[in-house]
């Protein structure tokens, strides 16, 4: 329901825009959940480091607005960005994920994955035509860049299991061109720096001791990103040059790709600020003094809402203050707030190269998950993923399985060494 709400509403308008509420309202329904589950089990299957951090995290939130006194609704509107996500990475450690419930949820996840190369082929082909802005080709879900990073996503998931036998080479070759065909008619530049993350971070945290099959698979990979690339750079030429009159190798080695995303100067027309401009912007003014710094203006802020009775009027916000994650948090909950984010980020991979090591379906899924996170973060310096409600809740609710599987392994290794096929060493168990 979540990946085709956008679309519904949007493209289709057959729902009215207070149906962006529903994924708040999903979360509200899922805390009661996981508070009534937590009130049975009187136990939370997670490490007490992501306790502290989401508490100190609602903290900094808090702060925020007390010191920049900011209005009720304001507070409220903008600390559901934050935190709307959260129930769903708190779900897993009341409600045990295992194999057989995770092959299903993958399952319908690749399914609706797979979904999206016909109809991206729909809306470049018949709906939109040939030259249409790669922006509008994002098959169900909400933006072209949303579509790219979930279907990368899936790819290094798959790498994953390719690399722990689950899947053959063959099924991950052919599911990966099937799964990349749609980023090569939208236009996503970044698909460039994704798709390397997702073929080699698997390949290079897996341990492999015998030389013949290490090469073996060094020969695959390289070969599986020449495909991928020998695909995605004729297709994307065919496309882009006639919006901007040059090619993808262009847009790099001319300089453009710096200009793109670096102007240096910070015209009063906000609209035409590159990111690098946006960074530097929020950098100066959360600068100013040691208060804003450390706790920014506070959620709701700086943020334009749609609510415009709840969107504080003291502040000089901007049209691009919400552009990037980056610059969403430096705005709104200073280098507090970001480093406690990006903390968590830490956590969740150091969870999942834990959990990786083992040759079960969650060590394969885990090992594909070091290559997602890796691309969150870098999505974070590219666009507001706070924002995008179906990466949001997948990857919180996926990282969440992460983290609760991986305290019950180390908190109940006897039940979870049977369960995953771990041998333990007698002084563990």
């Known amino acids: 329901a979540l990946t085709s709400l956008d679309v519904l509403r949007k493209e289709l308008t057959v729902l009215p825009r207070s149906t962006t509420w529903l994924p708040e309202l999903l979360s509200i329904a899922v805390i009661f959940l996981v508070l009534l589950r937590f009130a049975l089990l009187k136990k939370l299957a997670l490490d007490i480091k992501y306790i502290i951090l989401i508490m100190l995290f609602i903290l900094i939130l808090l702060a925020s607005s007390l010191l920049n006194f900011s209005n009720p609704g304001v507070v409220i509107i903008g600390i559901r960005i934050y935190l709307k996500s959260m129930p769903f990475f708190l779900l897993p450690a009341v409600l045990d994920v295992n194999d057989k419930v995770l092959k299903t949820q993958l399952k319908f996840i690749f399914a609706l994955m797979l979904l999206q190369c016909p109809v991206a082929l729909y809306q470049r082909f018949i709906q939109y035509g040939l030259t249409a802005n790669g922006d509008f080709i994002r098959g169900t879900l909400d933006t072209a860049s949303v579509l790219s990073i979930s279907l990368i996503s899936t790819i290094a998931i798959l790498n994953g299991l390719y690399q722990k036998k689950i899947i053959k080479f063959k099924q991950f070759l052919i599911l990966s061109l099937i799964l990349f065909l749609p980023a090569t008619i939208n236009e996503t530049k970044i698909t460039l720096f994704y798709l390397p993350v997702a073929i080699a971070v698997p390949f290079i945290l897996i341990k492999e001791f015998n030389f013949i099959k290490k090469f073996k698979k060094i020969f695959t990979l390289v070969l599986i990103g020449i495909i991928l690339l020998g695909v995605f750079i004729p297709i994307y030429d065919h496309f882009m040059k006639p919006h901007w009159g040059f090619g993808i190798i262009d847009f790099f080695k001319t300089g453009k790709a710096i200009e793109y995303l670096y102007s240096g100067t910070e015209s009063a027309d906000e609209n035409t600020w590159k990111r690098g401009d946006q960074v530097t912007a929020a950098y100066r003014s959360v600068s100013k003094d040691i208060g804003t710094f450390l706790f920014g203006y506070g959620p709701g802020n700086v943020v334009s809402s749609y609510f415009k009775n709840f969107q504080n009027k003291n502040i000089d916000s901007n049209v691009q203050s919400g552009a990037l994650a980056l610059t969403n948090f430096l705005w709104e ?68 399985v992460v983290a609760s599987q991986a305290y019950r392994m180390r908190h109940l290794k006897n039940h979870y060494a049977v369960q995953y096929g771990v041998k333990l060493r007698s002084s563990e168990a």
């Open 333 to 400: 909950t200073g280098f507090l707030g970001l480093i406690v984010y990006i903390l968590f980020i830490l956590l969740i991979l150091k969870d999942s190269h834990f959990l990786s090591k083992n040759d079960s379906l969650m060590g394969a899924f885990s090992l594909g998950w070091c290559g997602v996170t890796l691309m969150i973060f870098i999505q974070f310096f590219h666009s507001n993923i706070l924002i995008m409600n179906i990466i949001n809740y997948l990857f919180w609710y996926f990282s969440g």
